[in-house]
Structures are given as structure tokens and as C-alpha cells.
């Protein structure tokens, strides 16, 4: 989950919309629980939908972002970078040692990921990497916060202010 806005898909006709079932939710959902009062007191919890408790994943972690097929995650680690893991929380790995890095987004086909940083100023700025299985440095897109992809992966919404101090969603 990505604080912010969320990019959605043209609405069903209503004739073609799903009545609920008694079955509940189905599912996984991973959140954030700040255990305060530091700024770095975040973890990480996954809870099955369908019931059961929640479990914890990880400590000074936050902004989980689901790959496309919902095997693994992209999260920020508050002193070490970006991480992927696997749906359950094992088998961690980082993928940006930059500590600033934050906002991960996964590409609709699972590509790419897009995540803003502080690196190198005081403006936040947009990342893209494209080598998920090792640590690399993210290649720079401009200036942008909490990025998040379009349904077919050819734009990302974010926010951003101009020069002349106008803010509001950007599309690039």
C-alpha cells in the first residue's frame, strides 16, 4: 500500500458487476504499524483476508508495494534502502542501498520499479530500476514524490511542485 492516490481502470457496466459473497475477503494484506514515538519505529504486517492474525514481517519498514502476481513485495527499509521479498516475508534482498529511497511502486508487468528519493538535494526526485535481483542505483527521471503506475505501465502519477510554487498530481 502506497499513501496517496491510486490509478483506476474504466468502471464495469452495472450489469457486469460481481454480487458479494458470503465468503468473506479473500487475500492478503500488508500494512504499516508505527510503533512510535521515533520517526524509524515502523513495521511491517501481513494479515490473510480470510482470517487468521496478523504476522509481522520485518521492523523499521514501511510503503509495501505488491508485485503484478503478488509472489513478492518491494518495501522501504528506514536505514537501509529498498528490499523485495516474497509474499511471506522470507528471502530478502535489497535492491537500492539508498536510504533516502522511499515510495516503491512495482511496473504493472513487474519490470521495473519506480520510488522517490532525497538523493542529492532537498528536493525529492523520481527513481526507476530495472534490476530486481541485485543492488543497483536507480537511473534519475526528475523531480516527483510518491510515484505510482498507470494500469498499462506507460505513464506514473505523482506530486510535485514547479518552480513558481504550483502543486498537484503530474503525469510523465
Known sequence: LTTGFR???????????APPTSSGPKGQLLYT?????????????LINL???????????????????????FVFYHWTDGLFIA???????????????????AWS??????VYSSLLG???YNLFFVTNLKE???????????????SPDGQNIAYDNCDTQGHC???VM
Not at 490509478?7 to 450489469?15: D, E, V
Not at 504499524?33 to 504486517?45: A, D, I
Not at 504493472?108 to 520499479?113: A, K, L, M, S, T
Not at 543492488?135 to 503506475?149: A, C, D, M, T
Request: proline fraction near 10%.
Open 33 to 45: 504499524v508505527w510503533h512510535g514515538p521515533g520517526y524509524q519505529n515502523y513495521s511491517l504486517y
Open 86 to 104: 516474497n509474499a511471506d516475508g522470507s528471502s530478502a534482498h535489497k535492491i537500492v542501498a539508498d536510504t533516502e529511497a522511499g515510495y516503491p
Open 50 to 72: 480470510a482470517g487468521g492474525g496478523a504476522t509481522k514481517l520485518a521492523d523499521l519498514a514501511s510503503e509495501p508495494s505488491w508485485s503484478p502476481d503478488g509472489r513478492q
Open 121 to 123: 538535494g532537498r528536493k
Open 168 to 170: 498537484g498530481v503530474w
Open 7 to 17: 490509478w483506476t481502470g474504466k468502471s464495469p457496466a452495472p450489469t457486469s458487476v
Open 135 to 149: 543492488v543497483s542505483q536507480g537511473q534519475k527521471l526528475g523531480p516527483g514524490n510518491r510515484p505510482v503506475w
Open 108 to 113: 504493472p508487468r513487474g519490470d521495473r520499479i
